[in-house]
């Protein structure tokens, strides 16, 4: 690696970004303005990612429900954390503010930096609440004078199960399980305005979940979605010094190239990790023991295909209730099968109202598997007048062996995007008799998605045409 001299810096906008469509304003310039005032130093890519991570919408709320924040190590991300809690408590009125991280360590540090923050200045003080700083072993967290708190968490299957919150922050999300996701991300069901925060590093061959947030933001598939990724392709050498200015915005602010040459040397026998945490290089999934090819799915996708004939729609339902998908199947014009996602959320508080709605306004029953999490919807669904289809387990293996055998013959089409696909990465297999059908056990990712749109495209669709508007 040839030396420069440190008179530049690195790139201060993304290799990758995906930004909100709906922007109609920004909070991001008060948060900046508040977090210099309180003697942070952001630097200019730093006050970018906050502009439009903190954008809003005509109405007022923010235009990403979901930001991503993906870059290597040590450029500053954290302070990135610090400005946005900061006015979050002290600008938004955010009541409650869950920051985790993979590591109990990796929290603390992230507690005590913030607590020298406010601890630095006066005014932030005076509305930190009598013995506020709480900092018992792993329930670190910081409480306000107006009763407002920021919590600490290392991840857990249940981490941070019954708390709601306005921000959850997931912190080192390369190492983030589908179950943390299915224990946090359902606490911000009832509040008004929500927002929920990745910050990582680049992700490994299993980071599943922030796979799944890449491949939506790469694909701009999701409108409620703002992605920043610093990184590089798999082909870049690793001693390329403009590509190491292109991956690291702090270079030359709070990185030098010295520092990098003697990073470099000193994990040559570990480049994976040197390309991961220096240089950005994503570790692509390893897609062997995938149920289907997933090059061949993408090719399947066809976002002008509609469905045409026998119409379904289908329901799917995560074990500990934190996920569930409504998923629409059917033919197109071409006489294909067709699967989308009709709608995704967190919990099954809003699930049994837009079931009913699609039911009745498009005189389709809701097909379910009566065995699984979505099983206990029948008595209600039931009640409000909508015919159930409850499939057997021989339906279900004939429904997965269909699809993988449409998608190996190129016989299916979807919409693109990120929800099936992701489920797929992660999916597994259980054997039932001789076939086999998706399982929960097995598989590393939120698998609703998937089972709904398999449900809906190949458990027994009717010969009606429909056009579903959603």
């Not at 890519?45 to 870059?71: C, H, M, R, T």
Request: charged share 20%.
């Amino acid at each position: 690696m040839t030396l420069l001299n440190d008179v530049r810096i690195g790139s201060q906008r993304p290799q990758v970004a995906h930004l909100p469509p709906n922007r109609h304003s920004s909070s991001g310039l008060e948060a900046i303005e508040f977090a210099e005032s309180v003697g942070l130093s952001l630097f200019p890519w730093q006050k970018w990612v906050l502009d439009y991570a903190l954008s809003e919408d005509v109405n007022g709320k923010w235009s990403a429900f979901e930001v991503a924040l993906i870059l290597p190590r040590q450029n500053g991300k954290n302070e990135v954390l610090v400005a946005l809690e900061l006015a979050g408590i002290y600008l938004f009125g955010d009541r409650l503010i869950v920051h985790s991280a993979h590591k109990f360590d990796t929290s603390q540090e992230h507690f005590l930096r913030l607590q020298q923050v406010i601890e630095g200045s006066a005014d932030l003080s005076r509305k930190v609440a009598r013995n506020g700083f709480v900092t018992a072993n792993g329930k670190e967290a910081i409480k306000f004078t107006n009763g407002a708190r920021i919590k600490f968490k290392a991840r857990t299957r249940g981490g941070a199960r019954g708390f709601t919150g306005d921000k959850i922050i997931l912190d080192e999300a390369y190492d983030l399980p589908a179950q943390a996701i299915g224990a946090m991300i359902p606490t911000l069901a009832t509040v008004p305005n929500p927002q929920v925060w990745y910050a990582s590093s680049a992700p490994h061959v299993d980071s599943h979940v922030l796979h799944g947030i890449r491949k939506r933001g790469q694909t701009q598939s999701d409108a409620r979605l703002f992605m920043a990724e610093w990184g590089n392709k798999p082909d870049t050498p690793l001693d390329d010094l403009d590509a190491t200015y292109n991956a690291n915005p702090s270079m030359g602010l709070i990185i030098t190239e010295q520092f990098v040459a003697d990073e470099y040397q000193s994990m040559q026998a570990t480049p994976e990790e040197y390309a991961r945490e220096r240089m950005g290089i994503a570790e692509e999934p390893n897609f062997e023991g995938c149920v289907v090819d997933l090059d061949v799915f993408d090719k399947l996708a066809d976002p002008s295909s509609k469905i045409t004939s026998g119409r379904a729609i289908a329901v799917d339902v995560s074990p500990e209730r934190s996920w569930a998908t409504i998923a629409g199947g059917g033919r197109n014009a071409a006489g294909h099968r067709h699967m989308e996602i009709i709608d995704r959320r967190a919990g099954t508080g809003w699930l049994l109202a837009e079931l009913v709605r699609l039911s009745k306004e498009h005189r389709v029953p809701v097909i379910l598997d009566p065995m699984s999490p979505a099983g206990g919807l029948v008595p209600d669904l039931t009640s409000e007048g909508v015919t159930v289809v409850e499939i057997t387990t021989r339906q279900l293996t004939q429904a997965c062996g269909a699809f993988v055998d449409a998608v190996n013959n190129h016989t299916l089409r979807h919409l693109g995007g990120g929800l099936i696909r992701s489920a797929l990465v992660g999916a597994g297999k259980r054997s039932v008799g001789d076939a086999w059908a998706w399982s929960r056990a097995s598989s590393s990712t939120d698998i609703t998605p998937l089972v709904a749109a398999t449900l809906a495209a190949f458990a027994g669709p009717g010969p009606e045409p429909v056009s579903f508007a959603y």
